[in-house]
Nanobody, 124 residues
Framework: QVQLVESGGGLAQTGDSLTLSCAAS????????MGWFRQTPGKEREFVAA????????HYADSVKGRFTLSRDNAKKTVVLQMNSLKPEDTALYYC?????????????????WGQGIQVTVSA
């Protein structure tokens, strides 16, 4: 069983930066691809970014590419999503997710483990 706990987030203004962290309770963290997704009311959960386990390859949604950076520390079993140049459209509930394996994937259905979510609100 993998447990994920998100931290960070909160309120920001347009152009500000925020950092989201996700801590995992898992035996071999490097065996898991870690992802971030976000969801707003009435919309489906959407992919934000993912990072592979051992080589830390990354993939980003076009909407955040160049503004968000995802990194991981396998020793600390954490991933960090650095969000810069925030926009009001980044406002959402952000979820950390994990899937066993090495292939980066943007589909929510392949991630077996999810955090409870953390709110990010960006005002204009």
């Amino acid at each position: 069983q993998v447990q994920l706990v998100e931290s960070g987030g909160g309120l920001a203004q347009t152009g500000d930066s925020l950092t989201l962290s996700c801590a995992a309770s898992v035996r071999t963290f490097s065996n898991y691809v870690m992802g971030w997704f976000r969801q707003t009311p009435g919309k489906e959960r959407e992919f934000v970014a993912a990072i592979s386990g051992s080589i830390a390859a990354t993939h980003y949604a076009d909407s955040v590419k160049g503004r968000f950076t995802l990194s991981r520390d396998n020793a600390k079993k954490t991933v960090v999503l650095q969000m810069n140049s925030l926009k009001p459209e980044d406002t959402a509930l952000y979820y950390c997710a994990a899937r066993y394996g090495s292939a980066l994937n943007i589909a929510t259905g392949v991630y077996a483990y999810w955090g409870q979510g953390i709110q990010v609100t960006v005002s204009a």
